[in-house]
Nanobody, 121 residues
């Protein structure tokens, strides 16, 4: 069993930066793919970024070049650095994990409770 706890959301202005963190409990963290998804009101949960066990990273086109995902296996932590934020980035952001890579929310086994990111124009 894996438990995920996100932190770092907040209200910022367009162009600002935020860093989200997700701490995982449970064993074998380093073997899991860790990902971030986001969900705006009335919309589906969309893939944002993922990092697999070997450090390979994957990004949605909408955040590529602005967001960076990283992991610290010693601290069981995955981080999403978000730069040049836009109002359309406003959403609840969720940390997720699974064995193996994937960009579809239904593939992921474990989820955090979410943290809200609001970007004002």
């Amino acid at each position: 069993q894996v438990q995920l706890v996100e932190s770092g959301g907040g209200l910022v202005q367009a162009g600002d930066s935020l860093r989200l963190s997700c701490v995982a409990s449970g064993r074998a963290f380093s073997t899991y793919t860790m990902a971030w998804f986001r969900q705006a009101p009335g919309k589906e949960r969309d893939f944002v970024a993922a990092i697999n066990w070997s450090g390979n990273t994957y990004y949605s086109d909408s955040v590529k070049g602005r967001f960076t995902i990283s992991r610290d296996n010693d601290k069981n932590t995955v981080t999403l650095q978000m730069n040049s934020l836009k109002p359309e980035d406003t959403a609840a952001y969720y940390c997720a994990s699974r064995r193996g890579i994937g960009t579809t929310a239904t593939l992921y086994d474990y989820w955090g409770q979410g943290t809200q990111v609001t970007v004002s124009s």
